[in-house]
């Protein structure tokens, strides 16, 4: 345990050493040396980085622009949005609008796009999409003014302010539409933004359910983990290797197999119920898998092994001798502990409820498993957005407000409690 | 775990912690790139010339298809199948034809699917010539330009006839916990559902996507749902229902035909199906947008859709055809479990392909906020 203050006042930096005075040629010498070492050290860790960066940076970052860029309606239908440019909204657009709609539709139809369009505008007006598809077909049959009367008599949308102001909106590639429905928000007709109508807002309640869900997981596999990390570094070698080799199993065992585990032990016919009901606790098979309980109960299995053992290799470095020191010097056990042991094994703590929380964030396929339908985290939300809806503005935009929330909280946790605390072993 | 490293507070250490906390995730991550670099090359050196990569929809189906074409299939001519599954995720298609990295070949999809990909031009149109079969020979070939149907098949109510005391006959039954209590399975998606709901609720099915099209229709199905909320256990995948039922997890689900079929007469399991209200839809195969190997994909979907080779599949799940000239050759005895049959069809409805197909999104919208609440 190196503590910040204190020790520094002893320890010799490069600084202090009486460097200068052996003259500026030495200095430089041993300044390039050390760059040469700082530079060899760097190629090392090149493979890696590189690494990372083409096989998990790049393709995270391109994926999140999904999220704030889609240039869907700006690159189907341009003229369009060009002449949208100079309508002030109040009533619908000239006929130049609608010529250029004509136009963008007849293009469409033989870049195959149609769909595209009526995809888009089906996420800001519900259930226009085969509209869309059908005027972009009907388009093909207009080839003289008046475009505008011909249009609406295509499909009476085309008589709506509402599907024209939306097609203003998304015309620009870069939008907010996705982030702001991630948040239960729109935009209305006008542009200013407002919440969506309470049967469409959900994300907020799935994203503060995710934090819910794994700030308990958390704090659960501490309450589970400490005394038994405490067991573990306390126990006689042999002892204690045999009891960490009942925590590393779990822990070289695949997620989806402990899950389904559970999802056997906790069915209403599974064994756990048949044992309760064979105490007579109850007639009623307890509601233990679908629910919360379930949820939580396979969570905390899975990531127990993560919260115990930064604890584990913190309290193994810590010498019994503190702990006698604050016995001999009057302390009573309970007051050594709090003032002497715990603070000493907060670094692990850190680390260790931090690893769970963040890997909690994105648990997906247990709460599937043994979770209701309530329990549903954002990452299921974000498969279903990426996966049926095909979606990827949606999914995109969840992701990135995930990685914001979490980046912030470990920021906060960093200024908090300090990073630089945190002990992984 | 073994790192004793005390990270030191230095000027820039910022950039350092933030690379820790990437890193950790990395960890997960790594599982999963070496499982994605395994399966590259373990697929890999299948995707040699005369291999197509044919992708259904797993468990009982699965088998069905195994047996009635990928095995007589490679029997017959030099081709080999590459077999995959997967649960009708269209962005797997999508994502393939994006980044012009197309290995799956043929791939079978829904209605609902079939539809949305044909349009976003992620699939191709067939051509029927090149095939050499008869396209009017086939159930529902002209609802889409990219399709020829495989089967016919149906979401069902189903039961086990051990776990209630009087057989429910209807889909208001499914909806009535005082006559029949105990938990339902319903598959985690508004179609189907909304329609049951409506149905249960007095409305006549001729009517239901009229009345599903307006605000207050959408609010009485939902309403009529809610009063069953609570004992719903919801499934995804289509293995699902028949597990739960033997399970015990649940009494009454739902559940697509042949799955049911195939446990009671397999593995001899006590569930009967309830025809009530059955709701029918297609599903056939799909050439996707630039496969690698169009011209055995091809020669593969001639195979499939051959009326011997549709019959056959009968005898291991119970779906109805697409192919019409197929129901000629049909063993008997699976008649009466097929959802074409007509004793099955007196209330059946099919489901609405181009009311989905607009309204899915809003729909889903309203039924995920729903269901978490």
Known sequence: MRRRNGLRI???????????????????????????????????????????????????IMLLTNAVHDPSIAETLPLTVAELKNW??????????????????????????????????????????????????????????????????????????????????????????????????????????????????????????????????????????????????????????????????????????????????????????????GFHFTDEP???????????????????????????????????????????????????????????????????????????LGYYITPALVGGASDQMVSGIIASAMNQENNWGKASALSAILLVATMVLFFVYNRLVGIDKMKFG | MSCKCVVKNKPGEQYTRLFRAINWEEVMNKKLLSAVALMAALTLPALAADSVTVVSWGGAYQDSVRKAFFEPFMKETSDKIVEEEFNGEIAKIRAMVDSNNVTWDVVENDSMTTIAACAEGIVEKIDWDKLGLKRDEFISADASECVVPSILYATVLAYDSTKVKEAPTSVTAFFDLEKFPGKRGLQKSPFVNLEWALVADGVDIKDVYSVLATPEGVDRAFAKLD?????????????????????????????????IYKAAKEDKKPFVVLWDHQALDWQGWNVVKGAKNRDAAYRFIAFAGRPDRQADQTNYISYGPGNKEAIKNTNPS???????????MKTAFIINASFWADNLDTLRERFNVWVAQ
């Open chain 2, 334 to 344: 699976i008649t009466p479990d097929l959802p074409t049959s007509p004793d099955n």
């Open chain 1, 88 to 277: 002030d909204g109040k009533d619908t657009p000239s006929e130049s609008v609608y010529a250029a709609l004509v136009q963008d539709f007849n293009k469409a139809k033989e870049a195959n796009t149609a769909a595209l369009i009526g995809k888009r505008l089906n996420y800001e007006v519900a259930g226009v999409r085969s509209k869309v598809i059908a005027s972009v077909n009907k388009a093909a049959n207009i080839s003289a003014p008046p475009y505008k009367e011909q249009m609406i008599k295509a499909d009476k949308i085309w008589g709506d302010k509402l599907i024209w102001s939306k097609i203003k909106q998304s015309g620009k590639s870069l939008t907010d539409f996705y982030v702001l429905r991630s948040l239960d928000l729109q935009r209305s007709g006008d542009g200013n933004i407002a919440a969506v109508p309470k049967s469409q807002a959900v994300y907020l309640t799935v994203l503060w359910r995710t934090f819910y869900i794994s700030s308990l997981v958390t704090l659960i596999t501490l309450a589970m983990a400490y005394p038994v990390a405490f067991m573990l570094a306390h126990a006689p070698a042999r002892l204690s290797n045999i009891l960490l080799i009942f925590v590393l199993v779990p822990f070289w065992t695949s997620l989806l197999v402990r899950s389904t585990a559970w999802y056997v032990l906790l069915q209403d016919n599974g064994p756990v119920n048949d044992l309760i009901q």
């Open chain 1, 286 to 360: 307890f509601k233990l898998i679908f629910s919360r309980f379930g949820t939580v109960t396979a969570m905390v299995h899975i990531q127990l092994p993560f919260t115990l053992l930064p604890i584990y290799s913190v309290m193994k470095n810590i010498s019994p001798s503190y702990m006698r020191a604050a016995r001999s010097l009057g302390g009573g056990p309970f007051y050594s502990f709090f003032r002497v042991y715990l603070p000493l094994t907060l670094p692990g703590i850190g680390a260790g409820c931090l690893l769970t929380f963040i890997l909690s």
């Open chain 2, 227 to 259: 009063t069953i909320k609570k004992d719903v256990v919801w499934w995804e995948a289509g293995a699902q229902p028949p597990q739960l039922l033997s399970d015990g997890q649940v009494v009454l689900t739902s559940a697509w035909n042949g799955r």
């Open chain 1, 10 to 60: 002893f320890s010799i930096t490069p600084s202090m050493t009486p460097v200068g005075t052996l003259g500026t040629g030495l200095k430089r010498q041993f300044a390039i040396a050390e760059r040469r070492g700082h530079f060899r050290a760097l190629l090392l860790i090149l493979p890696l980085f590189l690494f990372i960066v083409v096989t998990f940076a790049a393709p995270v």
